[in-house]
């Protein structure tokens, strides 16, 4: 079983939808999470970083965790055309930790 | 302040081959991380760098190598390639191990 899982969609949205991006972990010492996104030919840029759970909200970005289902999401509003990249969830146990990433989530919004 | 360069961004090898990848992180920045990216396997962790030191190290075979010189500058080596071994590779710094990681472009290794 993989550390890390994240469905790879693809997945196609009309501008001004409401996006829901979700990835599922098995290790339950993780304690930092983070979303990065990746448009095409580009390496991975950090989008949100999270310790623990709850929510944290960036402007049309709000990431969500919930440890005790091991499952995290990145909600993004009004999604636009520029959003359409691929998103990348990563995880840690610490901060000086290796780092898990999923396979990503290929995203297209449609204006 | 400049990003985190990788030279060459696109390489073509033969099965057999050695090939080395190099990567300029941050001005300042002392870690360098190295991945591997396929599209079945997504962002697998190579190992890091810090000050010349290797501080993790991924579950990938010895024919996978690296080093970090005095200036932070970081090679990675990967000897008797294979097909398996076409993917992107990439290199993200950081200014501290507890700190943001930012990546570079990429190098895109392909083996035939």
């Known amino acids: 079983q993989k550390e890390v899982e994240q469905d790879p969609g693809p997945l196609s949205v009309p501008e001004g939808a409401i996006v829901s991006l979700n990835c599922t972990y098995s290790n339950s010492a993780f304690q930092y999470f983070m979303w990065y996104r990746q448009y095409s030919r580009k390496g991975p840029e950090l989008l949100m970083y999270t310790y623990s759970s709850g929510n944290k909200e960036d402007g049309r970005f709000t990431a969500q965790v919930d440890k005790s289902s091991k499952y995290i999401s990145l909600f993004i509003r009004d999604s636009q055309p520029s959003d359409s990249a691929t998103y990348l969830c990563a995880m840690s146990v610490g901060t000086g930790n290796q780092f898990y990433f999923g396979t990503g989530t290929s995203l297209t919004v449609i204006p | 302040k400049a990003g985190v360069t990788q030279t060459p961004r696109y390489l073509i090898k033969t099965r057999g081959q050695q090939v080395t990848l190099s990567c300029s992180p941050i001005s300042g920045h002392r870690s360098v991380s190295w991945y591997q990216q396929t599209p079945g396997q997504g962002l697998q962790f190579l190992f890091e760098?810090?000050?010349?030191?290797?501080?993790n190290k991924g579950n990938f075979p010895g024919r996978f190598s690296g080093r970090q010189f005095s200036n932070s500058r970081s090679e990675m080596n990967v000897s008797t390639l294979e097909l398996g071994d076409s993917a992107l590779y990439l290199c993200a710094s950081r200014g501290s191990v507890f700190s943001e990681q930012y990546f570079g472009p990429g190098t895109r290794l392909t083996v035939t």
């Open positions: 760098y810090f000050s010349e030191t290797q501080r």
